[in-house]
Each structure stands twice: as structure tokens, then as C-alpha cells.
């Protein structure tokens, strides 16, 4: 049973400041807690109230000019928890709502789950896009790479340019510590994660990457790591009452899915 009742739904969706983005932080947390089966729960409840139709949208009509329901599947069979089957019951209806809207959602849901692979490990990112992909109707999937292919060195400029926007001016001090503790951790965080995954802001910008850092870092219990991306959003143009209500939306999904603290989140000063 999801722990994520439409009235659980309705007052994460009016979180302050986090109109455009409070579905995506929560699709992160929720991965991250290891609740993918909430992603489809999250993906339906923004679609049908983030992605409404104004009278100026076109209908979505078939061939034959008749209107057509985007929700239903060519033939839905399987579970939800392999790789190529589908749930009718989770398929998400989106025949009423705007395609451009659905597909930003879908998007930054996708992406936001995608670079929470660097945070909290790949499994649980695979199989809450799964879970995704699995409730997405076939028009709003996506079907090709969409980061481009760039020579290393513009990649690897681009995550160093992202890494020290992120800390500031104690990027070089945290570079090195974690080059003191390994010098390959800190070669694997600046070519393998910020270049390729974090410093890619074609989807979701950098303060909204940031967002899903910090919503990623808290179900997790690693306040070191949390301090510093708290600054770090505010280095990404957020302001303090955004990086507030992010760190709110997350604490209330980790409570509902059991988490606790060693001590209190940290939090900005």
C-alpha cells in the first residue's frame, strides 16, 4: 500500500516555493528510501494536477481523427518489477492533460531519478525508472540518449566548472581530502559522476540538480555531505527558503517510509 495518500500528495504539491519541482524532489526521495513502487503513485498525481489542458490545447486524436486516450497501453502484461511489462492499473491516464506539460514532467522525473544513481547507487535509480518507464504511456517515453556527445575534455572542463560552483571557495580543500583518502575517489568524482552525470543541465538545471542532491542526501544520514550541498544549492542561485522547504518535503517522505536520524539533519545556519 503506498504511503503516499492523495492528501499526503496534495500538501507535499503545496509546499512552499516548490510549485514547478516538488514532484521530482519527491520521486528522489523516494527512491533513495527504496520505495519505487511511489514513483508511478508521485508521476500520476503530478500529471493530473501540474499537466492540466487549457482550452487553447489541441486534443491528442488518432488516425482516424477520433480522440484517443494516451493511457492505455498496446497490451499491458507482467509485473511492473521486470524490465519489459506493464501495469495497466499504473498506466497514468493522460488523455485531459497538456503534452508539453507531460513531457517536462516525465523529463525532469526521469533525470532527477537518473543523477540520484550518483548519490544512492545505481540499483535502486534502475529499478525506480522502472517503475517510471512502466506507468509513462508510450508517447511521453524516451527513446534515445539525450546528452550529447561530447570530447573528454569539454565534458571534464564542464564537471570541474560544476564541482566548483558547487563548493565554492573550498573546492579545492574538499578535492583534496578526498584525494588524501584515495586519490582515485576524487579522479572518479570529477570524471565519472560531476562531468557525465551531475554537470549535464539540459533537463534539469543546476539549482534544480541541486535540489535532488540534498533530497537525495538526507534519507541517507550523511550530514557531512548535506552541509555542503546546502551551501552548494545556494552557490546553484537557490534561495534559503527553497533549500528550507526542499530539506522540509524530503524529512516528511523519509518519516512516512520509516527513516531516522542519528542526530538532526543539518540544516542552513
Not at 488516425?63 to 492505455?72: D, E, I, R, Y
Amino acid at each position: 500500500m503506498s504511503v503516499l495518500t492523495p492528501s499526503i500528495l496534495a500538501s507535499l504539491r503545496s509546499t512552499p516555493q516548490l510549485a514547478s519541482s516538488w514532484y521530482y524532489i519527491a520521486a528522489a526521495t523516494c527512491s533513495v528510501c527504496n520505495r519505487p513502487e511511489e514513483i508511478p503513485v508521485i508521476f500520476r498525481y503530478a500529471i493530473e494536477h501540474d499537466a492540466a489542458r487549457t482550452s487553447n490545447t489541441p486534443q491528442t486524436t488518432s488516425a482516424k481523427g477520433s480522440p484517443t486516450s494516451l493511457s492505455q497501453p498496446a497490451s499491458p502484461i507482467g509485473s511492473v518489477a521486470s524490465f519489459g511489462s506493464e501495469d495497466g492499473d499504473l498506466f497514468v491516464d493522460c488523455a485531459s492533460a497538456d503534452p508539453d506539460l507531460v513531457r517536462i514532467i516525465a523529463q525532469k522525473t526521469r533525470e532527477a531519478l537518473l543523477k540520484s544513481a550518483a548519490l544512492a547507487g545505481l540499483a535502486k535509480s534502475i529499478n525506480s525508472l522502472i517503475r517510471l518507464r512502466n506507468a509513462t504511456p508510450h508517447e511521453f517515453r524516451e527513446d534515445r540518449l539525450i546528452r550529447p556527445e561530447l570530447p573528454t575534455h569539454e565534458e571534464v572542463d564542464r564537471g570541474t566548472e560544476f564541482w566548483n560552483q558547487v563548493y565554492g571557495k573550498v573546492s579545492r580543500r574538499v578535492l583534496s581530502q578526498m584525494s588524501a583518502a584515495y586519490p582515485d575517489l576524487a579522479h572518479y568524482a570529477i570524471q565519472h559522476v560531476y562531468s557525465p552525470l551531475l554537470s549535464y543541465t539540459g533537463v534539469l538545471s543546476a539549482k534544480e540538480t541541486s535540489f535532488v542532491v540534498i533530497a537525495c542526501l538526507i534519507p541517507q544520514d550523511v550530514n557531512p555531505q548535506l552541509k555542503g550541498h546546502l551551501k552548494g544549492c545556494l552557490n546553484n542561485g537557490a534561495s534559503k527558503e527553497e533549500i528550507t522547504s526542499v530539506r522540509d518535503l524530503s524529512m516528511r517522505i523519509c518519516r512516512l517510509c520509516g527513516i531516522s536520524w542519528k542526530d538532526e539533519v543539518a540544516s542552513l545556519s
